[in-house]
DNA sequence: TATGAATGAGAATTCATTCAT
DNA sequence: GATGAATGAATTCTCATTCAT
């Protein structure tokens, strides 16, 4: 029974890569169901034996990817025992790694965006990205606060508008990295952040 | 003659507008060609005497909304007389109410990031949004550079790293604001440019 | 306009008929939309530039052959001046040439039936042929009553009953006219109706 | 041996049940094998081992509607001993018995009629249904041509014709009952019927 | 023997584009 | 020039049937 259940799994995960990999390629509108059958190396009609159509399939794709680099984050900013200062360094590289691991499907993200902004599914991307903005600011949000309550920061940063600030930031160096091969993201983000850093210090 | 071409061009335009609007709601692939022609109260088939196809229609309405926005800023920023920092405000303050203005037409952005992720229009979109992004970069960077040279900021700034951060951030803040009805985009901006202007201060 | 409009009903006819035959020929669900558009001799696309898909098609098909019979039964059925006994004369060869001329449609009758008892299109389908066959009765009752009243029939006689029975009556020698190719329809159903009102008179 | 045989038939019966029912519920072409093995709570395999396919099986129902029914008019219709009036009276009874019961099974006979008129099985069905009217027609010929013989009925009467009107029109009977609720199937058949006799008798 | 996961042929429908008027 | 009727390629999804377990 659990191996039944695991070997569901398996498989509806092997359909959730191949259609990342394929979306990621040719977007959503771009990609046929046949594709994916293709890629995943399984009959037509058995992704539909998984996931009730091409709309359900890729926002599972979409969770899938969300789960995992939420969880990536998540660990690795738990580092304790640091400043302020050392945590957002983290936090960046973090980021920055995840960034550079699943640059191949960065395009994914830009559909998620596009499905959120025009789309049949445009409420549940809506509702899922804001909930994923809103993590991640928080995230960053805390270990603001935590420097400030420290008086590593200065008393009057205003902690939300800089987590926000933060996480956009490296999600639109992101994009540059994306768009230009020779953008140095680590380069960028480390000066981007010291500077932000030496702005909120004391 | 002359008349003839600005008859013409005023038509283009009409089209243009109407694809802007549609293309806005219902994204690039749920758009129907039919309804720009009837957006643009002209027939179907019209729509194929002033642009080849729905393509290159996309592209233009792309290039229209890019100019636009390029001249708007262009314009704004060339106030001299200031120093960096003030020009960095004004700077900001553009970007800013440039996305007040666009609200509504904000998820044709993401359109065009979808398209240039994925789609066969994606060399031309990426070329065009690559050279999109390094010329408001090219802006910031002068800006930040005078401030250098002036003595006003840090010898150390690395201008061009601190303009990509700028520049995106900015755009990431626009998409925090189009997702969250209630986020302060005034505000957190302001926040933010204070800070990163703080942290290149001398 | 009104020769706008007249070449878009005949082309809507056109379709109706090559509808009807393939229908006929092949059933509801055993058609596929592409050799309706073949015998209509028009592209695959066409008819749903004229019917918003089969469903709808296929009604479309069932209200004009409803129509028709009806036109045909309501006129002959007027023939006064006569006994009842003579219009029920009347109606019955009505309906029994209608039958011979329609012979080889009968099979969609048959597939209207099956539509009204189980499928999506079940309650109009319904609707319409409760409609259908309370105007026939509504027909039959009618002679009746003037027979009784005029005192050519029993005072007794339940008009609507037998006009149940009569219109009943007819509709399935219709159909065993067209399950047995030698099956004398014309005979059988006048010494039907012969004993019928002979037992209806006084 | 024997045992296994019958569990086998048993099986098949079970299976036939289901298929009855979700037939009449959703017409033939709107049946999903897999909504009758989940009705006969079996696997969906499972048919495959009992019949050849959907439209074996389809068959396999009409067989078995049509014994049960042919079994239940031929005991009756025996009872000897009587008028030729009242074993028409009896046979009419039985007739409308059977509709009665069989309700809402009634969609299932106008799928039959369907498949008659046209699908891949359209000949084994009309074979089929010609032999049960025409065994119908030769219960009512043979009471009739009875009633003759003793002289009941005129002799002019020309019981085949007859034969086939009476059970067409219980049969049109039937179907308007099932078309209209408040049909009073019993009252218009016993008027029917007594019109009919009175037209026959001498 | 029983099962249900896997399959792919097949069907309805959509829509960018063409072209006769 | 402007139009919109006509088209058919292309796509999603369904479901009878098979077959390995």
Redesign the interface.
Known sequence: MINFLDKRKEKKQRIIDAAASV????????TVMADIAKQAGIGKGTIYEYFPGKEELFFSVFEWMNTKMKQTARVSIAALGETAAGRLRVFSRVVVDAYNELQDM??LT??F??A?????MRDRF?KA??QM?ADYREMAASIIEDGIKSGEFRYD??S???A??L???F???G??AW??AR??MN???R??L???????KK
């Open positions: 979306f990621a390629e040719k977007g959503y509108s771009g960065y395009t830009l559909e965006w596009s959120a902004a025009a789309s049949p809506q990205l804001r903005y940063v205003d939300r508008a800089m926000a600030a996480v956009g930031g999600d639109a160096l994009i540059q768009l230009e953008f140095d380069g960028v983000s000066e981007f010291e500077t932000v850093i030496r702005g909120m």
